[in-house]
């Protein structure tokens, strides 16, 4: 069984190779297809054409396109994925540093979702057209229609500027407080590892209103895929036999219905996590959070082709990643997923 | 090993959980300034080719000059630079050469770098080299004050640098005091340049090398730069404030509600929506100044038809909504730069009222003069970079145009292709631009924007009484009787050709609590700390 596994695994992973190289040659191509000219931007306001050449020699962007990409996959291939123009730093250590930032904003943001969004759609479910089920049904609804960055910037006005409670937006840590020793990249985690609680405090103060501002946005999706699964489940004929056998509501809520619902609601959180991911980039801005998303706002505008290439080769594997994950998750879940891959 | 490396190895040894805070907190931030700013820098070298705008703030804290620019109290009681006054910095004094063709910098004996060094002719002489040799925007700005070539440099002797014009040149002397001119630690850079990279280019992008007011405490691209003051510091009085903190904070409403908060006592570059706002607000003080040699204009092109025929350039002069664009896109903060008296200049000044303002019915006659009664349909393209005032001043201008026939559809263009678009190929017919030049003086801004083929030059403007007439009272000084009449000359002609409108000439806002003082407006737009004070 476990070697079955692994090979799911060991397959899943090989069937990712072939995307990637077309995430590869389809970035490549397509940042070069951006009708900015990045010897213009990066040769500086006052720069004249004589400069701007310079620029573009120094960039190596007068040689083909044939011999950049050449260039580019031999260096990727040597792990370097180049240094990005707009801030004169490898884009490598660019993505170590703010795609954790990233993952743990989301990552917030999604437990969050999750903590209100399931308990909600499954009584909901539970109690169709009964005022909790409107309660949800306003809730999600507000949660997924309000722009990110209204409900960040009033949760701003609310908590911060009027009432005082929450710390000032200034990003990950105000600046009284060292950043962590770096081990995984995210603050809570580095924090307590350290032992450090008194910056622990502070990095997770900082999380709680763009985690909830994320959280609000994804709650929509998670709560009706919940809502709907339930209902879909606490109908089937397998659960109306149990209840006939006797078995206790709970029992028959969570071990049946909520185990067998609990599918369709993992693969939207999957979902869920990518566009919450996208999302993210209008948070960062309004809690001047040095994530992944502004970074790669910037490079696109300046058309800053290695950190462009380098953001979407990120993501292209991290989303590979949490594929996987999903995919490994639900055949421990669901013992009809598995074998046949 | 760096601070970073230092913390995380001090950390790991257990020293870090009894030192959490920095010393700021544990001294209640009183001798800390917070500072907030939308963008910050991409290096720390501002020589560095792909160096932002915000990298001229390391280069302005961190770095001396041989002089600087005097500071002079206006009327309204705010400070702001003196372009008539260069102050001593690491040169002591100076003499200029009885032909005029050379002058004498004698430095300062007890001034030295970070490290130790003392700072000599030979530092000033490499780091010269390097703004002539090293390319991009140091040189260009370089050669705007006639230094092309290394040749102009000679090291007399230790404490003595002499620097020679090829020709005399009323912006040399104050093209030596901008930010490009910095004087960096020469020993320290050539210790860690290598064969690619002969300048130390990589080495000083991340660590400064200089002997300036304030020293890098830490760098965290994309969050903060600190600046903690140097107190060996010799080239004039030590800062007030011991420590800057640089804050990154892409978001403008955050920005305000910080420093509304009082956690930030200090905002650069404040949207002018913000300033307006905050300038009744007791909490805050806004202190704004007009950009000096800088307007927003309306740009026609006059390669492209129909703006080809002055006719119709003026009567879109004559159309534009200057009032409301004022009002709604700078929110007052700024001059007026319409509704001036006659094409006759008055004085030998930029920027200037233009003599045109709006009036729809001068503008039908003069369209229907032009053969185009029933107006025309155009595109008028703006910059997303400055969506500001550019959005709202694009809506009102298709609105006002709209009354005279002339049917406008609005182009957005993302900054990085702007560039490109209306600067080197210079092919929108229509456009919102502005440009603002580090030294103030109207024949300057002619240079860099009306002469033919200059990269400013959006409109393709082409004149040969412009051409000539610039060159020629570019060198002199301003009290020379043939540069005023000429600079008049040059104004009034491109005010009856009008390939550019002007709107109004923008303010530089910065936010700041109020028991900050000593502020000083400078022409580079960012913040100088070393004048700064907290009480």
């Known amino acids: ?341 | 090993m760096d601070r970073r490396q230092f913390i995380a190895a001090t950390g790991a040894a257990g020293v870090l959980p009894f030192l959490k805070a920095m010393p700021a907190g544990a001294q209640g931030r009183d001798d800390t300034l917070v500072a907030v700013t939308g963008f910050g820098p991409n290096s720390m070298d501002i020589m560095r080719v792909g160096a932002n705008r915000p990298a001229y703030q390391p280069a302005i804290n961190l770095y001396d000059r041989l002089m600087r620019y005097g500071i002079r109290e206006l009327p309204d009681g705010t400070l702001a630079y003196d372009k008539e006054v260069l102050e001593p910095e690491l040169a002591e004094s100076w003499t200029m050469a009885d032909d005029g063709m050379s002058v004498d910098f004698f430095l300062r004996r007890d001034a030295t770098f970070w490290d130790g060094t003392p700072v000599t002719a030979e530092d000033v002489k490499w780091s010269f080299d390097r703004a002539v040799l090293l390319g991009g925007f140091a040189t260009v700005q370089m050669r705007a004050g006639g230094f092309t070539d290394a040749d102009q440099w000679e090291v007399v002797d230790e404490h003595v640098f002499r620097v020679h014009f090829n020709a005399p040149s009323k912006l040399s002397m104050p093209n030596l005091a901008v930010p490009t001119a910095i004087v960096y630690n020469s020993a320290l850079c050539k210790a860690n340049a290598t064969d690619a990279d002969p300048w130390a280019s990589d080495f000083t992008h991340v660590t400064p090398a200089g002997g300036g007011a304030f020293k890098l405490e830490r760098w965290d691209s994309g969050q903060q730069s600190v600046y903690i003051r140097n107190d060996d510091w010799k080239s004039g009085p030590l800062p007030g404030v011991r420590r800057v903190i640089v804050r990154e904070v892409p978001s403008a409403a955050t920005r305000r509600a910080l420093l509304e908060r009082g956690d930030a006592q200090f905002s650069i570059d404040m949207p002018a929506k913000d300033a307006m706002e905050l300038n009744e607000n007791p909490r805050v003080k806004v202190e704004g100044h007009p950009i000096g040699c800088c307007q927003h204009h309306v740009g026609m092109n006059v390669a492209m038809a129909p703006f080809d025929n002055v006719l119709v350039r003026r009567a879109i002069a004559y159309a534009l909504p200057y009032e409301s664009i004022y009002n709604l896109a700078a929110f007052g903060r700024g001059e007026k730069l319409w509704g001036g008296e006659g094409f006759e200049p008055a004085e030998a000044v930029w920027p200037l009222p233009s003599p045109y303002y709006t009036d729809v019915e001068k503008a039908k006659a003069l369209l229907a003069e032009a053969g185009m009664p029933d107006g025309f349909e155009t595109t008028l393209s703006i910059n997303l970079g400055l969506a500001d005032w550019q959005e709202p001043a694009a809506v009102l201008i298709q609105e006002a145009l709209a009354e005279i026939g002339v049917r406008v559809t609005i182009d957005r263009i993302p900054g990085a292709n702007w560039r490109t678009a209306a600067l080197i190929e210079k092919r929108l017919p229509f456009h919102l631009e502005n440009f603002g030049g580090w030294l103030d003086y109207p024949d300057y801004y002619f240079f860099w924007v009306y002469q033919t083929g200059r990269l400013f030059n959006s409109v393709n403007y082409s004149d040969p009484m412009v051409d000539e007439v610039t060159d020629m009272v570019l060198p002199l000084e301003t009290d020379h009787p043939d540069w005023a009449p000429n600079v008049k000359k040059l104004i009034a002609k491109v005010w009856e050709d009008v390939p550019l409108a002007p709107l109004y000439q923008p303010y530089l806002d910065m936010g700041m609590a109020p028991r900050v003082e000593g502020y000083a407006y400078h022409f580079h737009r960012l913040l100088d700390a070393k004048t700064l004070t907290m009480a």
Request: with cysteine; net charge neutral; hydrophobic share 55%.
């Open chain 1, 1 to 341: 069984m476990a070697a079955s596994r692994l090979g799911i695994v060991a397959r899943r992973v090989g069937g990712a190779i072939p995307s990637l190289v077309g995430v590869v040659v389809v970035t490549f191509v397509l940042t070069r297809s951006l009708p900015g000219d990045p010897a213009v931007y990066f040769a500086g306001l006052m720069a004249d054409a004589e400069s701007i050449a310079a620029t573009r020699a120094r960039l190596g962007l007068d040689r083909t396109w044939i011999e950049q990409f050449v260039s580019y996959v031999e260096r990727l291939f040597a792990g370097d994925w180049g240094v990005s123009l707009q801030t004169g730093r490898p884009v490598l250590t660019e993505l170590s540093q703010r795609l954790p930032a990233s993952l743990e904003l989301t990552l917030a943001g999604l437990l969050f979702a999750i903590g209100v969004a399931v308990p909600l759609g499954v009584l909901a479910a539970t109690r169709p057209n009964s005022w909790v089920d409107h309660l949800c049904r306003v809730v999600v609804t507000a949660g997924v229609s309000l722009p990110t960055f209204f409900t960040g910037l009033f949760l701003v006005y609310l908590f911060y500027f009027l009432a005082g409670v929450a710390p000032s937006p200034l990003g990950r840590l105000d600046f009284i407080y060292f950043s962590p020793p770096h081990v995984t990249g995210f603050y809570t985690i580095d924090t307590a590892l350290a032992g450090d609680w008194w910056t622990f405090r502070g990095a997770l103060a900082q999380l709680v209103l763009p985690a909830l501002t994320l959280g609000l946005f994804a709650l929509a999706p998670i709560a009706r895929m919940t809502r709907a699964s339930m209902l879909a489940a606490l109908s089937a004929d397998f659960v109306r036999t149990a209840t006939a056998m006797g078995l206790s509501r709970r029992k028959v809520l969570w071990t049946y219905a909520f185990g067998n619902a609990f599918l369709p609601v993992l693969t939207t959180l999957g979902m869920v996590f990518s566009f919450l991911l996208g999302a993210n980039v209008l948070v960062e801005r309004v809690f001047s959070w040095p994530g992944v998303g502004s970074f790669a706002i910037d490079a696109l505008v300046a058309s800053d082709y290695a950190a462009v290439q380098g953001f979407v080769l990120a993501m292209a594997l991290l989303f590979v990643a949490v594929n996987l994950l999903i995919d490994v998750i639900y055949t421990l879940v669901d013992p009809r997923v598995g074998l046949e891959g």
